[in-house]
């Protein structure tokens, strides 16, 4: 029985880390493999619930100004200027740099958070519960600072 317990937190665990991963992924990968696709700053004109809205202006000069949105984080507010890239297709933006870049990867960070008791306690792997707790703290905390 103790097998069955501890391969039942093993696939918990396993399904929070994928999903963590998974949901860090769709705004993560426009952050790290940003080149080649079109980057430059969004000055912040109006914030709603889930999203921030503004206007874009690429570093590109042949690219044309418009207006993109951004997930709201509590760093964006109105008036400010951030820096972005473009999602390829939509007029959608994601903070680039180390507070986007973290920002993007909160979820992953949750999940090890999430994880954790899971393996320490479900488990009995303690250490291994301690360092996922660790890592996902550090980014919750590194992406509280870095933005």
Avoid at 15 to 41: M, P
Avoid at 61 to 80: D, F, N, Q
Avoid at 91 to 109: C, I, K, N, Q, S
Wanted: hydrophobic share 50%.
């Amino acid at each position: 029985m103790t097998h069955v317990r501890t391969a039942a937190m093993a696939l918990v665990a396993l399904l929070l880390l994928v999903a963590g991963a998974w949901t860090s992924w769709n705004s993560a990968q426009h952050v790290l493999l940003a080149k080649g696709r079109e980057h430059g700053t969004l000055t912040v004109t109006a914030c709603g619930e889930e999203t921030c809205d503004g206007r874009f202006v690429p570093e590109d000069p042949a690219s044309s100004r418009r207006t993109l949105s951004i997930a709201r984080s509590v760093a964006a507010e109105k008036g400010a200027t951030i820096p972005v890239v473009v999602k390829p297709g939509t007029d959608e933006g994601v903070r680039t740099g180390w507070g986007g870049g973290l920002h993007a990867w909160l979820p992953l960070g949750g999940a090890l958070v999430l994880a954790a008791p899971l393996v320490g306690g479900g488990m009995r792997l303690p250490r291994t519960a301690w360092s996922l707790a660790g890592a996902g703290g550090a980014v919750l905390v590194a992406a509280f600072f870095a933005l």
